[in-house]
């Protein structure tokens, strides 16, 4: 993390990256943009994890997909990421029985490009720590949160974290949805 984690006002860097959305034959992969999420006009949670094949992420990724609809009833656009290929992207959701429904794109930064840019690569393999970026409609980050490779995420925290940036007011410690805002 050499330039640091890209943090809450910096605008999202601009990007083109091959995602994988189906493991249906010829409708496995898009193209998936910083354009498509400002032109969509919704809020965008991007969660980053190290690698395909491993053991946290899968748990990580099926539950961020069991509350695939609680993101979208937000207004807000899910997608994974990580340093693997597209390739090795399509051979994991297609081997590992949580992964094979997903709803959401995996985006593979196989260049790094966009993984450096926001500053959340280990120094050794060059790989994401388990990043999370929740964008607002105009491309600005509003929040995020990195732990370590070792330490899986939170679902239901970044849920909480949404509502309370849509508010648009302030929220106290502990804050939930439908709880007073000051």
Not at 50 to 68: G, L, Q, R, S, W
Not at 95 to 117: N, V, W, Y
Request: charged residues 30%; hydrophobic residues 40%; aromatic residues 10%.
């Amino acid at each position: 993390m050499a330039n640091g984690i890209l943090g809450v006002g910096s605008v999202l860097p601009e990007f083109v990256k091959k995602a994988v959305v189906s493991i249906e034959k010829g409708k496995e992969f898009i193209d998936f943009s910083s354009e498509d999420h400002k032109s969509s006009k919704q809020w965008l949670v991007l969660f980053w994890y190290p690698k395909d094949f491993t053991f946290v992420c899968p748990t990580e990724i099926a539950e961020f997909n069991n509350h695939y609809e609680d993101f979208r009833d937000r207004d807000a656009q899910l997608v994974s990421a990580s340093t693997d290929t597209e390739f090795v992207h399509l051979a994991w959701r297609k081997d590992h029985k949580d992964l094979r429904e997903l709803k959401f794109p995996m985006i593979a930064d196989t260049s790094k490009s966009l993984g450096e840019a926001l500053g959340i690569l280990t120094e050794d393999e060059k790989v994401a720590y388990r990043a999370t970026f929740i964008v607002d409609p105009e491309g600005i980050i509003r929040w995020v949160s990195v732990n370590d490779l070792s330490v899986g995420r939170n679902v239901p925290e970044v849920l909480r974290v949404l509502d309370a940036l849509q508010t648009d007011e302030l929220c106290p410690c502990n804050w939930q949805k439908g709880d007073a805002t000051l």
